[in-house]
């Protein structure tokens, strides 16, 4: 067990919804990460916050917007989705602001279908 | 974003063997990460590697940091059945952001 909780673990949902999926990460950890994978495109990184703040973005549309609240638990909204959304959504905690310095920790990712 | 060849893709394996993968990149790394993925898991960390020449155990698992910074291998020594899995190396590259391989799925050989 990692520490890091993710919910919900599956949803089901038609093109155009918008579903907002749930991130806490390990205890003491400040940095949460957002990762989609999909079968042919691997673990790509989507964003990046520390300590509320967002800290880094990596490929991830306009469609999509996430949150670090005060207590550190992390939301990631994706919205108007389209067949092509449907991938494991893993998120992913570490204590400092730098992937260098401390290794990031997975959770067991939320599985989103999009049909 | 940052480019990590690795390979290979797919392997089988037998039980007892020493089996063996790599990732390279056309750009330099500042640390090497291998993860485990299981079916429904998340990843889970293997191994990490700070400095280039780095040669890392943990049980039956041995990666190495290449000279150049722009590789890392990582070998399974005497696998058993659960072993299986599929094994991602990741990369953080001066931008702080951690990329990852594409993965090598490791099954067992019927």
């Known amino acids: 067990d990692s520490g890091v909780t993710q919910t919900p673990k599956h949803l089901i949902t038609a093109t155009g919804q918008r579903v907002t999926l749930r991130c806490s990460p390990r205890?003491?950890?400040?940095?949460v990460y957002w990762y989609q994978q999909s079968l042919d495109q691997g673990l790509q990184f989507l964003i990046q916050?520390?300590?509320?703040?967002?800290?880094a973005k990596g490929n991830i549309l306009e469609r999509f917007s996430a949150q670090q609240f005060p207590d550190l638990h992390s939301e990631l909204n994706l919205s108007s989705l389209e067949l092509g959304d449907s991938a494991l959504y893993f998120c992913?905690?570490?204590?400092?602001?730098?992937?260098?310095?401390?290794?990031?920790?997975f959770g067991n990712g939320t599985r989103l279908t999009v049909t | 974003g940052q480019q990590l060849n690795q390979s290979p893709q797919s392997m089988f394996i037998q039980e007892g063997e020493d089996v063996s993968m790599n990732c390279t990149s056309s750009?330099?790394?500042?640390?090497w990460l291998w993860y485990k993925q299981d079916p429904g898991e998340g990843p889970v960390l293997l191994i990490a590697?700070?400095?280039?020449?780095e040669l890392t155990s943990n049980g039956r698992l041995t990666a190495q940091f290449g000279i150049t910074r722009k590789d890392s291998f990582l070998n399974i020594s005497a696998s058993i059945p659960s072993d299986v899995g599929i094994y991602f190396c990741?990369?953080?590259?001066?931008?702080?952001?951690?990329?990852f391989g594409a993965g090598t799925t490791v099954t067992v050989r019927a």
């Open positions: 992913a905690s570490s204590v400092s602001s730098i992937p260098e310095n401390s290794p990031l920790h």
């Open positions: 205890s003491g950890d400040l940095s």
């Open positions: 916050y520390y300590n509320g703040e967002e800290r």
């Open positions: 750009s330099i790394f500042n640390t």
């Open positions: 590697l700070y400095k280039a020449g």
């Open positions: 990741a990369g953080v590259f001066n931008d702080y952001k951690l990329s």
